[in-house]
């Protein structure tokens, strides 16, 4: 079975930092696009981060990231992470890890597997 296993959400003030990980097992680390949705009560949900776990490594952010998060991935550990910085009371959501391929995770917003959320809460 695919688990996704993310971690190191938490409460931070305005400007202060987080940084999520997803473990994954029971798939093909390099064979897959693995990210970050997000989801706030009453707000749809949204793709946060992805990163195409080959060679290429190639990267895709929402644009309300504007340049504060990072996502990268280490292939001995099949982790990714999001180190996320300058973080705002808006960044405010449960975090969920997810994989797929290109298509479901950066075109769709629908990616195969799910991980569970982790907390993230920014206070003002």
């Known amino acids: 079975d695919v688990q996704l296993q993310a971690s190191g959400g938490g409460l931070v003030q305005t400007g202060g930092s987080l940084r999520l990980s997803c473990v994954a097992s029971g798939l093909t680390f390099d064979d897959y696009v693995i990210g970050w949705f997000r989801q706030a009560p009453g707000k749809e949900r949204e793709g946060v981060a992805y990163?195409?776990?080959?060679?290429?490594?190639?990267?895709y952010y929402g644009e309300f990231v504007g340049g504060r998060f990072t996502i990268s991935s280490d292939t001995a550990k099949n982790t990714v992470h999001l180190q996320m910085n300058s973080l705002k009371p808006e960044d405010s959501a449960t975090y969920y890890c997810?994989?797929?391929?290109?298509?479901?995770?950066?075109?769709?917003?629908?990616?195969?597997?799910w991980g569970q959320g982790t907390q993230v809460t920014v206070s003002s």
């Open positions: 990163i195409s776990v080959d060679s290429a490594g190639t990267t």
């Open positions: 997810a994989a797929g391929d290109i298509v479901d995770v950066v075109a769709n917003n629908e990616p195969r597997f």
